[in-house]
């Protein structure tokens, strides 16, 4: 039954007895060559994320969004519609060859036609690494590579170890990949992201060979893995070989993840001037930051007498009009911008002005005119929290109130923990994106494959009224946690719908040991879950074993605060691996910082995906001190395999 061989451009005339379907592609596909018919075959497979054979609404979504364009659901519906001639609501290969026939044919264009049309003109890279699909052709954008470049250039700028590397040509959009080969670039972009979440002494910078620059790349994605990057299908040989979709894929979570994080009211106490009639702080809290961007954007072109107001990222700002306005407003007077773009007929040329005018203030970043005039939105809401970034313009109110919405260690950790699984959406603020109960469907899901029957499952987009949908939720992951026998004694779906910070941790702590006890099971062989005993057992005899001293009665032995235990296991497991030079008896508490800085890192350097802070090692935080000893025996395990 079956017409396309492996190759998508090999049809059968022999041998096989054609359904009418297949029969109906093998006809269509006589119309053109091998080559054009392998091209359509590509731009198909570019929409059909899951490789199921059917190109869903959804699918359409994405690869708009990868285009940089927000295209709304009942458009994208219409193009599905257009090409779908057996009206099932999605779009198969033959409907997409049949599309193509009647383009060729000079009949009217397809919307859907022109999405691939777009889509083909983006680079093209085959990803062959062992952590991707083999044999998959992947599509990266010239105009990100070239983004990031910039980027680089500018936050690295004057770093010794980066002498030879940068900056940079930014003129070649290849140029970026062979940048990345040796890993210490993108442990130092990490670093600019999110400040100390790599101990540079555990770098390798001097004598590099594959194995040192293998370590680096493991380091930086276990390290990216820790501030919330998704990694998944990633491994440090992409990083080395410089596979194109999967660098940019990794740059843009770090970099991501570094501009929406100052946009708090912590960095930016003003932010309180952007409520709205009837709203409290808190209410802002439960915004994203592209959200929080999009109201702070709109607020300064009201302040400055503008009647446009942004939607979006893309399709509100191609004229540069509104970034002319938002620039000249929020820019220091002494800096000179002025709304001279404005009489700019060319929306490119005018685009340029603009970013001359950014430039005055040293905020030209990520975007070129052609990334604002086309809209790309993924570009545009890294230029905007740049300038949110730099030029706020709000002052706090006199008569502001003080909150207290500092996030936590442990909440930070747990919620980095979720982002590095690829939950969607992505978790901001840990109570308030938990409270429908998706996210949590989601872990149960992750952590106990087939838990969930996603059937049961409300989804959104939710209404103001829908509250007893996020709380039908919340009651059925309490019941997946009773089935997966997590104690839940007391808590309800209600308590995570009101945010109980107490409950809600209760369940998610459990959620992320079953996951790190999972792995471990896995790794041993054993047909139980592994007790905390075990583990303590095989750290003091990997450590005995090797010849160190250190030793651990409990997650709550005074010397884990030195950090000289969890180096000393780093050392057992991977000998030699430790520089001891660099370590002190951890007398202070100074140095037991240092120490457990250095732990953290050479642990995720030797391949240990650990999400513990330093501080918790300092400060002998029971639970996350179990999941870091916990890592490391699964990698000491996995060594051993």
């Known amino acids: 039954r079956h017409v396309l061989h492996s190759r998508p451009y090999l049809f059968y005339s022999q041998s096989f007895s054609l359904s009418p379907k297949g029969a109906r592609i093998a006809k269509m596909a006589g119309e053109f060559s091998a080559e054009q ?14 490789k199921n054979g059917h190109v869903t609404c959804a699918e359409i979504a994405n690869v708009m969004k990868a285009l940089g364009e927000s295209v709304p659901g009942y458009q994208i519906r219409d193009m599905v519609r257009e090409v779908d001639i057996d009206e099932n609501g999605t779009i198969e290969f033959n409907e997409f060859i049949e599309m193509f026939k009647k383009v060729k044919g000079k009949k009217p264009t397809y919307k859907l036609e022109a999405v691939a049309e777009k889509q083909k003109k983006l680079l093209k890279s085959g990803g062959t690494s062992d952590a991707s699909a083999a044999g998959t052709t992947h599509s990266f954008a010239e105009d990100e590579s070239l983004a990031f470049v910039d980027w680089i250039n500018f936050q690295l700028a004057g770093d010794p170890d980066l002498s030879k590397l940068l900056p940079v040509k930014s003129d070649d959009h290849l140029a970026l990949f062979p940048a990345l080969h040796d890993g210490i670039l993108l442990c130092k972009l990490i670093n600019k992201s999110v400040a100390d979440t790599i101990d540079e002494r555990a770098i390798n910078k001097s004598k590099l060979n594959l194995y040192t620059i293998h370590e680096n790349q493991t380091l930086a994605l276990n390290s990216a893995s820790a501030i919330g990057c998704n990694i998944v299908n990633i491994g440090p040989e992409d990083l080395t070989k410089g596979t194109p979709h999967l660098c940019l894929g990794i740059l843009w979570q770090v970099i991501r993840i570094g501009l929406l994080a100052k946009i708090s009211l912590q960095n930016c106490p003003g932010l309180a001037r952007l409520l709205e009639e009837g709203e409290e702080l808190e209410d802002l809290l439960r915004l994203s930051p592209e959200e929080i961007l ?71 970043a990520f975007v070129r005119p052609r990334d604002v ?48 699984l690829g939950v969607k959406p992505f978790v901001y603020w840990l109570y308030d994106d938990l409270a429908d109960g ?75 040991r079953a996951y790190t006890i999972s792995i471990l099971q896995k790794l041993s062989g054993s047909d139980k879950p592994i007790q905390d005993g075990e583990i303590v057992a095989w750290v003091n005899t990997t450590m005995s074993d090797a010849g160190k001293a250190s030793k651990i009665s409990s997650f709550k032995d005074p010397s884990i605060s030195t950090g000289l235990p969890v180096i000393d296991l780093v050392d057992s497991i991977k000998p030699a691996s430790v520089k001891y030079d660099l370590v ?23 391949g240990a995906r650990v999400f513990a802070l330093p501080e918790d090692i300092v ?10 000893f916990a890592c490391l025996m699964a990698r000491g395990l996995e060594g051993k395999k």
């Open 37 to 50: 018919l392998a091209d359509i075959r590509t731009q198909f497979d570019e929409f059909d994320a899951d």
């Open 294 to 364: 999009l109201r702070w954007f709109n607020y300064q072109l009201k302040e400055a007498g503008s009647q446009r107001k942004v939607k979006n990222f893309g399709s509100d700002i191609k004229d540069s009009e509104c970034y002319t306005v938002l620039l000249n407003q929020i820019s220091p007077p002494e800096k000179g911008v002025d709304m001279s773009p404005m009489h700019e007929s060319d929306m490119e040329e005018r685009a340029e002005k603009m970013l001359q005018q950014a430039d005055k203030i040293e905020c030209r």
């Open 373 to 420: 005039v086309r809209g790309n939105q993924k570009l545009n809401l890294a230029f905007v929290a740049n300038l949110f970034n730099n030029y706020p313009a709000l002052e706090p109110l006199e008569d502001q109130v003080p909150i207290e919405i500092e996030e936590t260690r442990e909440e930070k950790t747990y919620r980095n923990w979720m982002n590095s």
């Open 438 to 512: 998706l996210v949590l469907l989601q872990l149960f899901d992750k952590v106990f494959p087939g838990s969930v029957d996603w059937k049961k499952v409300n989804q959104p987009p939710f209404k103001a009224r829908d509250k007893m949908k996020k709380i039908e939720n919340c009651n059925y992951a309490v019941e997946i946690a009773k089935k997966c026998k997590l104690s839940v004694v007391g808590i309800g779906g209600e308590d995570i719908h009101a945010k109980n910070k107490t409950l809600t941790l209760a369940i998610v702590w459990q959620i992320m």
């Open 584 to 606: 002190n008896p951890g007398s202070t508490d100074e140095d037991k910082l240092l120490n457990a800085k250095y732990a953290i890192s050479m642990s995720r350097k030797i």
């Open 619 to 628: 400060e002998v935080k029971p639970k996350m001190v179990l999941t870091i």
